[in-house]
């Protein structure tokens, strides 16, 4: 017996939804670490059935480091500007003909050199970056250059109101100085001389990466490669900055502010406080009360301003965490006559997450929502590595993730109050306007 299509069509109950299984664990292939002639570790995540690799050498390089702003930015970006054997196009024509690309990452913790090639080229790509790292010459020409393109790409984002409301935003929790609170401004750009970054180099980059992770379908001819070109080196010895050493904060006392944009007919806002790392006792519970507030697309804040009121096209909030702190951000951009009812519709969201539990629908929902985006993340060789660098990086457990997932499973509707009412009191919480009322 046969059936055509549409019969099987006929057949098919659209009015109930399709059976499901909760995932209860994710395990995440393991991580090799060698240590390199010299001590540096060298971390293997060897997985994947396509020949390719990623390969990112990490510093101590971002934000927190620098002694004058952008300083560490521009630094890292000058890598592939010229060394002692290539200029910055011959540095461009050695990695393309190599098939490879190249990323230079800066955060506020870490900066770095990722570069994605197939495995069998890597000796050749390793023989241009241990150039870029050892024996960078920081041309005056291509740093002027850079400083222009920089200038002009900031000059752009001045106009947007959104790319004003978040850097003010961490301003206004952390302070202007603050490595967490700081940003660009063409006063920090204009003022940048090309010593400041060759000091930087010296004292930061030069002396070598403090990790290197290889991950993709690495092999030992690969593990050799990266042992001849960075193991014979003194390895890099820092010195480890801890919480007692952060820099003195000088955020806004006040619970608001306005940065005007008479010309703009949008506001964007940020709401938000500062709040804790990984390791924080609350941090995986946090995860599951922001994610009902504002994590994801059926959120309350989602159906409330964006489906009922219709106020946005969309509003969220994150939980962002750093090596020494981190921060929840509400952010959302209105019309400008619609800027002080979305921040009490915002406070009301919070209010009841306070107040009132919620139901057992919602709840399952959101858990099976994080849970799944999870597995989800973990698709290729490289989102799997990412996600063992962090647990290498900020020193977590090997079954962190475990602890994660587990949390999210048990966290109660109780909890989600009580968690609410501890972290997001309304007289804790900072906002930051960018454009007007």
């Known amino acids: 017996m046969s059936f055509l ?15 499901y299984q909760i995932i209860r664990s994710v395990s995440l292939p393991s991580v090799q670490t060698v240590h390199l002639g010299n001590g540096l570790p060298l971390h293997v995540i060897n997985i994947g059935d396509q020949p390719v690799l990623k390969l990112e050498c990490l510093f ?7 002694d004058k702003a952008a300083q560490s930015f521009f630094t890292i970006k000058m890598l592939q500007e010229g060394s002692a054997s290539f200029t910055s196009a ?25 570069v994605y090639c197939l495995s069998r080229m890597l000796p050749q790509v390793l023989t241009v970056i241990k150039e870029m790292i050892y024996e ?3 041309p005056q020409k291509e740093f002027d250059e850079l400083k222009n393109i920089t200038l002009q790409h900031l000059k752009v984002n001045e106009e947007k109101v959104s790319w004003q409301a978040g850097n003010h935003f961490r301003a206004f929790l952390f302070g202007e100085n603050h490595p967490y609170g700081r940003f660009q401004t063409a006063v920090h750009i204009n003022g940048l001389e090309i010593e400041d970054l060759k000091v930087f180099y010296r004292k930061v980059i030069q002396p070598g990466p403090v990790c290197i992770f290889l991950s993709g379908q690495v092999g030992d001819e690969e593990v050799k490669a990266v042992e001849q070109t960075f193991g014979n080196r003194e390895a890099w010895v820092g010195e480890a900055i801890s919480l007692a050493d952060n820099p003195v904060s000088t955020a806004n006392a006040s619970a608001r502010t306005l940065i005007e944009r008479a010309d703009s007919i949008q506001s964007s806002i940020r709401m938000g406080k500062r709040m804790f790392t990984r390791q924080h006792a609350d941090y995986f519970k946090m995860q599951v009360v922001n994610e009902i507030l504002g994590g994801y697309f059926g959120s309350r804040l989602m159906k409330n301003i964006r489906e009922e009121k219709g106020l946005t096209y969309g509003i969220s909030s994150m939980i962002y965490t750093f090596r020494h702190e981190g921060f929840l951000t509400i952010g959302t951009d209105v019309k400008r006559e619609f800027t002080e009812q979305t921040i009490e519709e915002i406070f009301k969201e919070i209010r009841l997450l306070q107040e009132e539990e919620v139901t057992d629908n919602e709840l399952q929902n959101v858990r099976n929502y994080m849970v799944g985006e999870f597995a989800g993340s973990l698709n290729t060789a490289f989102e799997v590595a990412e996600r063992r660098k962090i647990l290498l990086l900020e020193n977590l457990p090997d079954d962190f993730f475990e602890q994660y997932i587990n949390a999210i499973h048990a966290t109660t509707a109780e909890e989600i109050r009580a968690l609410a009412n501890k972290y997001l009191a309304a007289d804790e919480m900072k906002v930051v306007v960018c454009g007007g009322y």
């Not at 101590?60 to 620098?66: D, K, L, M, V």
């Not at 011959?90 to 770095?112: N, P, R, T, W, Y």
């Open 5 to 19: 299509f549409s019969d099987l069509v006929m057949m098919l109950d659209r009015t109930q939804s399709p059976e």
């Open 60 to 66: 101590e390089a971002g934000n927190w480091y620098e």
């Open 90 to 114: 011959q540095i461009s024509e050695q990695l393309e003909k190599a098939g490879a690309f190249m990323e230079l990452s800066h955060s506020v913790d870490k900066a770095g050199v990722v």
């Open 136 to 138: 960078a010459t920081f």
